[in-house]
């Protein structure tokens, strides 16, 4: 069975800003994106590469499809895969609240 490899790339202008999309192509410093729901595989939207934050990741579907696309992309748009990808600390935020509290009685005790 063929699948399909694609890198991934978070929009970094414009009113889809902080989108996930996958690069169909690129050439000449314009990359074709699509989502899978606002921007379909048939017509992908042609971006300028300035305005994408390209990323080592990269998503794989079976199926050249919208469908497997929206599902391959759903933890990075809507699932919190962001915070993974940036680099931002693992620690939640009620782990940070439970080290000050505790630093706190620490301190007055």
Do not use: Q
């Not at 970094?12 to 902080?18: L, Q, S, V």
């Not at 300028?48 to 990741?57: F, G, S």
């Not at 939640?92 to 005790?109: D, L, M, R």
């Amino acid at each position: 069975m063929n699948e399909f490899v694609y890198k991934l790339a978070k929009s970094r202008a414009g009113h889809d800003k902080g989108s996930w999309y996958a690069v169909i192509k690129s050439e000449g410093g314009f990359a074709w994106i699509a989502d899978g729901r606002r921007r379909k595989i048939d017509c992908p939207k042609k971006k300028n590469i300035k305005h994408l934050e390209m990323t080592r990741k990269s998503v794989k579907i079976e199926h050249f499809t919208d469908k497997s696309l929206r599902k391959a992309l759903w933890d990075y748009n809507f699932g919190g895969a962001e915070s993974a990808v940036s680099g931002e600390s693992g620690e939640s935020p009620n782990e940070s609240a439970e080290t000050s509290s505790s630093e706190k009685s620490e301190k007055e005790g």
